[in-house]
């Protein structure tokens, strides 16, 4: 089964500074896969962590801790830590926040996976079937709070 994507949009918190818009998508080029994540905006440079997260998902769909871990460190690579204000400092400590909700068929099974506040719906011409969104709460055996190295 290949996802065919109908309509996008995004809409940014500021109608006027949609350049400031944290929403980040992706679609892989088989109609395989397709992930998006909204970027908290209380949180560091949450645009950059919603893509990034968006264009790992589209590489490997297999989350588990070391999916998270290494995210983490491609992201921290990104950060020029010289070049960053006291007061981006003190963001980048607080953390980057975002959602992430993908999907991925193989055959005709589709697998959905979210984390957040992330609601992914089924309809078919025009008739609303079912919606999908966290029904349990899963934690990781390890926590992905770590101190990151300057």
């Keep these: 089964m290949r996802l065919r994507l109908d309509f996008t949009a995004s809409v940014a918190k500021d109608p006027n500074r949609p350049d400031l818009n944290e929403d980040a998508f992706q679609l892989d080029s088989h ?22 997260l968006v264009n790992k998902y589209i590489e490997n769909q297999n989350f588990d801790y070391e999916w998270v871990e290494q ?51 089924y309809s078919k011409n025009g008739k609303f079937y079912d919606s999908f969104n966290i029904q349990k709460i899963k934690t990781m055996k390890k926590s992905t709070k770590k101190k990151v190295k300057r």
């Design 31 to 52: 109609g395989h896969v397709f992930a998006l994540s909204d970027g908290a905006s209380e949180s560091y440079d949450s645009k950059s962590w919603a893509k990034m």
């Design 71 to 121: 995210t983490q460190r491609d992201y921290v690579s990104t950060v020029d830590f010289q070049s960053l204000s006291w007061s981006k400092q003190l963001a980048f400590d607080r953390g980057s926040f975002a959602t992430l909700l993908g999907m991925s068929t193989i055959d005709c099974t589709c697998r959905i996976f979210s984390i957040g506040d992330c609601l992914a719906a």
